[in-house]
């Protein structure tokens, strides 16, 4: 019996691979033996955990559509956040770096990219009946705008293959303030938001500042989403979206995706206070989802059509931190049966999986 579609909104795919020194193209199993061996320290103190997300994984857990990230921002180091960068001009470095990956990967035949409805259509029909090498079908989209130079820069990432920009990440950079700062856009960004909007360029909110999203907002007009967000009324901290903002996300019919990781699914963990990735925090599987998926489906009147799944997995954070009945990728097919164990219907489910990331993509591609 072949596993559902699952479209996964958010994965830093060359950030892991290319920060961590992983190779992608084998098992998490295979990885987790290297590291073993070999463990990846590229700042003291600063490991990801164990390897949870590879392409074999994701094959094996029907992960056959993602938003894969560039992802490169200006951020002091400190604490556990040791990957930022002192200047812009690194971060565009560090973005172009990130984009050969992906194209590397694409020759490879590993991934193969989505400009379009029409690539989206192809990999839904491919997807039906996967093989051992059916490639994933990847969104370039990126978390923190810092590798786009200038608006100019936006025709270059265009062209490129990027459809969704979060402009935040950690801290607050060149366009806006994000996750851990108070404030709002900066002066460079309404010039930025004019050129992606042109393009045609899904704006994510995901990691903005409170101020800097309704600033945001104020200005664009144009397709949105939160790739990898919780609810702020069931979960602790400015990380998290509050009502209002996932009533907004509703109103302009973008969608909300689920993040696999303790801190988006424990009311006991308030982000920022996290506990280390060590095994050590609360351990809900993916049946904690239930609750916030429940509140947006209030929040939009009964409907479920703007959740989604963007699990962000290996983003910092390794199987120590995933659902309790989640340890790679490929356990991720098993949300299928938890959704429907918990009652929503066949409808429901298939929109949580793909259905309803899929829907927001034609809208904005084949309208």
């Given at each position: 019996m072949s596993k559902p579609l699952i479209v996964d909104l958010h994965l830093d795919l060359a950030w892991d691979a290319l920060y961590w020194n992983r190779d992608l193209t084998l098992t998490a199993e295979q990885v987790r033996e290297q590291e073993r061996r070999e463990p990846p320290q590229v700042a003291p103190g600063h490991t990801c955990g164990t390897c949870t997300t590879t392409f074999p994984e994701l094959r094996q857990g029907g992960v056959g559509v993602i938003l894969s990230t560039i992802m490169?921002?200006?951020?002091?180091?400190?604490?556990?956040?040791?990957?930022?960068?002192?200047?812009?001009?690194?971060?565009?470095?560090?973005?172009?770096?990130?984009?050969?990956?992906y194209q590397a990967m694409a020759r490879r035949g590993q991934l193969k990219p989505v400009h379009g409805w029409a690539d989206?259509?192809?990999?839904?029909?491919?997807?039906?009946?996967?093989?051992?090498?059916?490639?994933?079908?990847?969104?370039?989209?990126?978390?923190?705008?810092?590798p786009i130079a200038d608006p100019d820069d936006v025709e270059f990432w265009w062209n490129a293959g990027l459809r969704v920009v979060g402009p935040a990440h950690f801290?607050?950079?060149?366009?806006?303030?994000?996750t851990g700062t108070e404030g709002?856009?900066?002066?460079?960004?309404?010039?930025?938001?004019?050129?992606?909007?042109?393009?045609?360029?899904?704006?994510?909110?995901?990691?903005?500042?409170?101020?800097?999203?309704?600033?945001?907002?104020?200005?664009?007009?144009?397709?949105?989403?939160?790739?990898?967000?919780?609810?702020?009324?069931l979960i602790k901290g400015q990380r998290?979206?509050?009502?209002?903002?996932?009533?907004?996300?509703?109103?302009?019919?973008?969608?909300?995706?689920?993040?696999f990781c303790q801190?988006?699914?424990?009311?006991?963990?308030?982000?920022?206070?996290?506990p280390a990735i060590d095994g050590s925090g609360g351990k809900y599987g993916m049946d904690g989802f239930i609750p916030i998926i429940e509140h947006i489906g209030d929040l939009a009147g009964g409907t479920l059509e703007h959740v989604a799944?963007?699990?962000?997995?290996?983003?910092?954070?390794?199987?120590?931190?995933?659902?309790?009945?989640?340890?790679?990728?490929?356990?991720?097919?098993?949300?299928?049966?938890?959704?429907?164990?918990?009652?929503?219907?066949?409808?429901?489910?298939?929109?949580i999986l793909s259905g309803?990331?899929?829907?927001?993509?034609?809208r904005v591609w084949n309208s």
């Open positions: 490169s921002r200006t951020q002091t180091r400190s604490g556990r956040m040791k990957d930022g960068l002192r200047t812009q001009e690194q971060c565009i470095g560090m973005g172009r770096g990130h984009l050969a990956y989206l259509e192809e990999a839904v029909e491919v997807w039906k009946d996967p093989k051992p090498d059916t490639p994933i079908y990847h969104v370039l989209s990126m978390e923190s705008a810092d801290g607050d950079n060149t366009y806006i303030h994000g709002g856009i900066k002066a460079p960004a309404p010039a930025l938001y004019r050129a992606m909007r042109e393009a045609g360029i899904i704006l994510d909110i995901t990691h903005m500042a409170d101020q800097a999203v309704w600033e945001s907002l104020e200005i664009w007009d144009g397709p949105i989403c939160a790739t990898h967000c919780s609810a702020r009324a998290h979206l509050t009502d209002d903002m996932i009533r907004e996300v509703i109103r302009r019919d973008g969608v909300i995706g689920m993040v801190s988006f699914i424990d009311p006991a963990i308030e982000w920022g206070n996290r799944v963007g699990t962000d997995m290996d983003g910092g954070f390794g199987a120590e931190m995933t659902p309790k009945d989640v340890d790679t990728m490929a356990d991720v097919a098993n949300f299928a049966t938890v959704l429907s164990d918990a009652g929503f219907s066949s409808n429901d489910v298939e929109g309803n990331a899929l829907r927001l993509f034609e």
